[in-house]
């Protein structure tokens, strides 16, 4: 980039413009404590895409002027429930600084081929932030495709390169962001002896009518961030069980969803979601993300499975309070008679397609 910039190849002036939009995701096997290293997992993950939790990013060049450090970079987002493609343009009003993390992730962006350069960074959301449902994660992954639209990224390297490059960049904000760049469904983050590699998972066609619930029981700000779970979770007992168990439970997941074996998937989903929470209640500082309005609608939902014989349904919990349910059409009549047990509470549903 520095010698393209360098040559001129590369011009950013006042008004250039980048776009970018990423899905969320939801972890099936989750990102759970790291090793030495940036954003360096413990073990691999998967994750299916969540179509309707997405976010759309654009950014603008400002101007073209060296600034005082951490000052040059400022930043508006938006929250909606509905489609954030449909949103007036014109309920971008307010800009902010960025905050501190987002900042630095620009400056190291810009910092070694364009320092002097100005930015503005615009964020639409179509579900509530910083609650556990991933949204740091769509956040960077759509925020790196802008960038890479701002400088045409395409131009430099190959589309297999692009990939990577985005990947790489999307991880430094947010580990699992790494996840929402790829287009497919299912995204294996594969943890090797001396290296990472995203791979694009095979499914059976009968998921694509899988089907997507999320229970906004809480969509405050959760009270510890994953970034000081990912510090915590080593210091629990369960942490290396989860950790030696992680490389059969991959495996055996991917064959589920290649071959249709949704009892299996329910199966390892929902022991890796019980595991995680496990390890965060047992770490050195001892905290439970969930709460009990949470514990109450998983178990009805597993009490409801069981006396309906409608098994092709499965929750999961993110480090939040918000339970998520996959379904496919055969246990919708479950998901109906949950949702009818809580009245009260709001729901996001549905996968657009996959």
């Not at 938006?78 to 992730?105: A, R």
């Not at 993110?318 to 009245?343: I, Q, T, V």
């Amino acid at each position: 980039m520095y010698e393209a910039r360098q040559k001129e190849e590369i011009l950013l002036q006042n008004g250039d413009m980048g776009e970018g939009i990423a899905f969320s995701n939801l972890a099936l096997i989750k990102y759970w404590g790291k090793d030495e290293g940036v954003q360096n997992p413990s073990t691999s993950s998967i994750s299916v895409h969540l179509p309707l939790f997405k976010t759309y990013t654009r950014i603008f060049v400002k101007g073209r002027f060296k600034p005082d450090p951490f000052t040059h970079f400022t930043h508006s987002t938006h929250f909606s429930d509905k489609n954030p493609l449909s949103l007036p343009l014109s309920v971008m009003t307010q800009q902010t600084p960025c905050s501190l993390k987002l900042e630095s992730f620009l400056d190291t962006f810009f910092r070694g081929w364009a320092p002097e350069i100005k930015v503005h960074v615009e964020t639409f959301n179509g579900f509530p932030t910083a609650c556990g449902i991933a949204s740091s994660a769509s956040g960077y992954a759509a925020l790196v495709k802008a960038l890479g639209h701002l400088i045409q990224i395409e131009k430099w390297l190959e589309p297999h390169e692009v990939k990577e490059w985005m990947e790489s960049w999307s991880r430094l904000g947010s580990g699992s962001a790494c996840r929402s760049i790829s287009e497919s469904p299912f995204v294996y983050w594969k943890k090797e002896t001396f290296h990472q590699k995203m791979e694009d998972l095979i499914f059976h066609p009968k998921y694509q009518k899988l089907e997507h619930s999320i229970a906004l029981v809480n969509t405050d700000a959760k009270e510890l961030s994953s970034s000081d779970g990912h510090k915590n979770a080593p210091t629990s007992p369960f942490y290396e069980i989860r950790r030696r168990k992680n490389i059969q439970d991959c495996k055996e997941l991917s064959e589920a969803l290649a071959e249709g074996h949704f009892s299996l998937i329910r199966r390892i989903t929902e022991e890796d979601a019980l595991l995680m929470h496990g390890i965060s209640l047992t770490g050195k500082l001892k905290h439970q993300y969930f709460s009990f309005k949470t514990q109450s609608v998983i178990e009805r939902f597993l009490f409801l499975r069981n006396e309906m014989s409608l098994d092709e349904a499965l929750w999961t919990l993110d480090a939040g309070k918000n339970p998520h349910f996959l379904f496919m059409p055969s246990a919708k009549p479950l998901m109906e008679r949950l949702k009818l047990e809580f009245p009260e509470m709001k729901w996001m549903t549905g996968f657009s397609h996959l």
